[in-house]
């Protein structure tokens, strides 16, 4: 069976979706937005996604850069732009495919099984793990796992999550508010201090020199970035 991920935040789709997909024997996970599209797909391993480009927190492209760093499972765009820029920024991005809204669903099943076809069943760990290596420590996404030196790490399901989205999103600042966001909760979205305390623990864990941090980088008053 593969397994299908549809990143789209207009219910009503996302619904017709899931059901044709279901219909034929995919297994389906949905995300309404980015930050939760990249953890599923980092926990789920989809063989393909399917990805809307106007999602609530982040640009599908930017969405899309943050799978190829370590999946490259096909990803067919749905969206209801149609300029020619912004469809060849996409495909530079690493689209497979590109459908502009409303397309048929019949179409969209066809291309999405051509697609499967061209790359097969994605591999699955521990075949071909998902991992990220940073040098001083490496992270399995797949299999949720950090080990330094040989060793594993043990990160509290808070600290992972901190790590995962960090990791996903190399060489990139992620605002304090979205971490927050993300990992708390819009409710918590001002709680600077959460994210101080949980990120020097990390560094505690990872870091050579954890009051030099070369992997866990702070940009002051902005939020962070992961330098591989
Ligand atoms: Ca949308």
Request: glycine share 6%; aromatic share 6%.
């Amino acid at each position: 069976m593969s397994r299908v991920l549809v990143v789209e935040d207009d219910p009503q789709l996302v619904r017709a979706l899931v059901i044709n997909l279901q219909a034929r024997e995919y297994g389906v996970d949905a995300a309404p937005d980015g930050a939760s599209a990249l953890r599923t797909a980092a926990a789920r391993h989809p063989d393909a996604v399917l990805l809307d480009l106007g999602l609530p927190d982040m640009d599908g492209v930017e969405v899309l850069r943050a799978l190829r760093v370590w999946t490259a499972a096909p990803v067919l765009v749905l969206s209801a732009r149609r300029s020619s820029p912004e469809k060849i920024e996409a495909f530079e991005a690493g689209a497979d495919d590109y459908l502009t809204k409303p397309f048929s669903m019949d179409e969209l099943l066809a291309r999405l099984r051509a697609a499967l076809r061209r790359t097969g069943p994605f591999p699955q760990a521990p075949e071909a793990p998902a991992v990220v290596d940073a040098g001083e420590f490496s992270v399995n996404l797949v299999a949720k796992k950090v080990s330094r030196a040989g060793r594993d790490v043990r990160l509290t399901p808070t600290e992972w999550q901190l790590l995962e989205i960090l990791i996903c999103n190399p060489g990139r600042l992620i605002t304090q508010r979205r971490l927050l966001q993300d990992v708390w909760g819009p409710a918590h979205s001002n709680n600077s201090n959460y994210l101080r305390v949980y990120m020097a623990q990390l560094r505690r864990k990872l870091e050579p020199d954890p009051s030099h941090p070369r992997y866990l980088i702070t940009e002051p008053g902005m939020g962070y970035r992961f330098e591989a």
